[in-house]
């Protein structure tokens, strides 16, 4: 029996073990099972995971999608470069390659939705999932900026020195933070709302709730409103593939 997994921390409410239980259902695989790793520090992954028997494939969130990169043997050239994995193969060679779905999700859920006005963004938080959020804009010729809760050489903005013409400037706003994740759903990144209009996209990788308040906020003002599902979807898929091939 094969055995996948996720990586997380608090991930009781996680989207992987729900999607891969009823693919691996409909898809009559009989001979693989998808289970969470729900852990409090990154070397239990050494310590406790990789002991697992007929483990094949694990998938990774937040917060160990950089500090699981010193526990593997190999990354695939995209992830080397963003820095973060967010899914790891364990070759038949024993090694364990890390790879980043992430890019491949977000940039098929997104591009249906862009428009010539969305030229720059802004990404609010600066975990690993933001690092494939910035690839992916590099790839698409958009400019973008950070923007995070401490003042730093990588974040243009803190959420404190944003202003309400920052978000007219930038039509795309992507939240990578995990602010407004169950069971937290009454909160939403702190930036001027009154700044957005029709002519915005603003980006959740929140999945549950399926709207968040950033995203009602978005909505009351006009604007197109896209959660995280159908990124996880893609990567997810994307995640089966690596695994299998």
């Known amino acids: 029996m094969r055995k996948y997994g996720l990586i997380g921390k608090d991930i009781s409410y996680s989207f992987s073990q729900n999607y891969f239980t009823i693919k691996f259902k409909d898809e009559a695989i009989t001979d693989a099972t998808y289970q969470n790793f729900d852990i409090q520090d990154i070397e239990a992954f050494k310590t ?5 028997d007929n483990l094949s494939g694990l998938n990774v969130t937040i917060p160990y999608k950089e500090t699981i990169i010193p526990f593997l043997d190999k990354l695939d050239k995209k992830a080397k470069k963003i820095g973060a994995v967010n899914t790891v193969k364990l070759t038949k060679k024993g090694q364990l390659k890390g790879y980043n779905t992430d890019i491949y999700g977000f940039k098929k859920t997104i591009k249906p939705h862009l428009k010539k006005r969305h030229k720059q963004a802004l ?21 973008y900026r ?52 029709s002519k915005h996209i603003l980006f959740d990788l929140i999945y549950n709730p399926s709207e968040t308040v950033f995203l009602k906020n978005g909505k009351n003002k006009g604007a197109t409103t896209i959660n995280g599902y159908d990124m996880l979807v893609f990567q997810a898929e994307k995640s089966w593939k690596i695994w299998n091939k």
Not at 162 to 175: F, P, S
Request: include cysteine; glycine fraction near 6%; proline fraction near 5%.
């Open 123 to 143: 990404i609010l938080g600066t975990g690993g999932a933001s690092k494939a959020i910035a690839f992916v804009l590099n790839q698409l010729n958009i400019e």
């Open 146 to 197: 950070f923007v995070s809760r401490k003042a730093s050489k990588k974040a243009a903005f803190t959420y404190d020195t944003l202003t309400e013409e920052d978000i007219k400037k930038h039509k795309l706003i992507i939240n990578c933070s995990p602010v407004g994740t169950f069971p937290d759903v009454n909160e939403a990144p702190k930036i001027p709302y009154n700044g957005i209009s």
């Open 48 to 52: 406790n995971i990789l002991k697992t």
